[in-house]
């Protein structure tokens, strides 16, 4: 999840839950061959990696845009690709068993799992490598895509190493100064801007007068211009942009307005997920040596949470078409790994028949959503929401290119980790 209001403080993890996080991940990562690097299906050799994260989005959220957007016989793009398999999400805290997007995407970025709430750190609050930084040091280039904040959970634990998440203005500040990706899209002007100094998004916005800039860490727009990027901060002046160091903020937070049905909520991004996805390929194809790419919708999560199910349709359709732009460059780019997932399920979501009228999830919030229309046919179905929050079930991940029949069967989410170091810290 990527909203302020619900942002998880630090926790303390006793020493012995260290242990056994050692212990577990060698057991649930086993080692892949000395030459996987070179298994595909046509021979090839995997240069660049592609990384796709539907925030929230397990198999029901898929099922549902499925209907939705290609009907009864249809198949959606993230479903085509050749291999699936699934992942378990369970995260290392000693006070729930159920991950937040922090410490999902720290078992993905390191290879560790870790408590709720850590950017990259172990138990103890230790910064481990991180695959972000290890591509760069590859010879590779790097970018992250998201309709979140650039400095939320899921983008920041590729680049940045901290114990709190909520720290999202010292996640930008190690952005320039530790880990440097040449590409940086998404929302969240407000953590790169000091209190007081609005930039190209107005403090107190009439949509939600809660946000305004608040970051500590000095003005990092213009740093990272010092530093060599181009910053953008609308669509035409991102379609404008010259290949290169490339910096755009696209809203004060998330590129969306998260509410209830009805309440103010709203799904339209200054610029779509697939324009920014589009450009950050253009920019980092350049590089001979290969790149790795972080690609995010927000918006599934954020309108799970709130139970919004005409909105996480919209931000389901949003993925799909970067998924689109991403399959494209990978049918031009065969030695491209293109691996599409979520960190976690939110809302608990089922898929109904509207002649179901029992609402088994109770009144409020999480009253039943639709009916909705299913694609090319007369029939309709509701989304039926258990809980505003996370919760443990596997999550699918399709994948193509080299390397990706590694992720049929089912694994832990650090196995993510695994395959793409195989990748990204190769030099060839």
């Given amino acids: 999840m990527g909203s302020s209001r619900k942002r998880l403080l630090r926790l303390l993890v006793p020493a012995t839950t260290v242990a056994t996080a050692a212990v577990a991940g ?144 010292e996640i930008a500040r190690q952005y320039l100064e530790v880990s440097k990706p040449d590409v940086i899209l998404g929302g969240g002007e407000d953590w790169w801007l000091p209190a007081g100094t609005p930039g190209a998004f107005p403090d107190k916005p009439a949509e939600d007068p809660d946000e305004a800039s608040k970051g500590t860490k000095g003005n990092l727009i213009k740093k990272a211009e010092r530093e060599g990027y ?61 790149f790795f790419l972080f690609v995010e919708e927000e918006g599934i999560d954020e309108f799970a949470h709130e139970n919004n199910g005409s909105r996480v349709l919209q931000a389901m359709a949003s993925l799909e078409k970067a998924v689109k732009v991403a399959k494209a460059y990978v049918a031009a780019h065969p030695d491209t790994l293109l691996v599409i997932t979520g960190d976690h399920d939110c809302g608990g979501l089922t898929v109904e028949d509207p002649s179901d009228t029992e609402d088994e999830s109770g009144t409020g919030l999480s009253t039943e959503d639709g009916p909705f229309k299913i694609h090319g046919s007369n029939l309709t179905f509701t989304m039926d929401w258990t809980t505003t929050g996370h919760t443990g079930v596997d999550v699918p991940v399709t994948a193509e290119g080299p390397l990706s029949k590694l992720f049929t069967g089912k694994h832990p989410n650090t196995y993510v980790h695994t395959v793409l170091s195989k990748v990204l810290t190769s030099r060839h």
């Fill in 26 to 169: 060698a057991v649930l990562n086993p080692a892949l061959p000395a030459n996987a690097a070179s298994h595909h299906h046509d021979g090839g050799r995997a240069r660049s990696v592609i990384f796709i994260n539907g925030d929230g989005m397990s198999a029901a959220h898929r099922e549902a845009a499925r209907l939705h957007l290609a009907g009864l016989d249809g198949q959606l793009a993230m479903d085509k690709l050749p291999v699936s398999g699934q992942l378990s999400t369970s995260p290392h805290d000693p006070k729930t068993a159920i991950t937040d997007s922090a410490a999902a995407a720290t078992a993905w970025a390191t290879g560790t799992k870790t408590y709720n709430g850590a950017i990259s750190v172990d138990a103890k609050g230790k910064p481990l490598p991180i695959l972000g930084k290890q591509a760069k040091a590859a010879g590779k280039s790097t970018g992250l895509v998201t309709t979140a904040q650039v400095t939320d959970a899921s983008p920041a634990a590729w680049f940045s190493q901290t114990a709190d998440r909520g720290a999202q203005d």
């Fill in 230 to 290: 181009q910053y953008v901060s609308s669509a035409k002046e991102l379609a404008r942009a010259k290949r290169g160091k490339l910096l755009g903020l696209f809203s004060n937070e998330e590129m969306f307005q998260q509410r209830p049905e009805g309440q103010g909520d709203v799904y339209s991004p200054v610029v779509d997920l697939a324009t920014m996805t589009k450009k950050a390929l253009d920019t980092l194809s350049t590089n001979k040596k290969g």
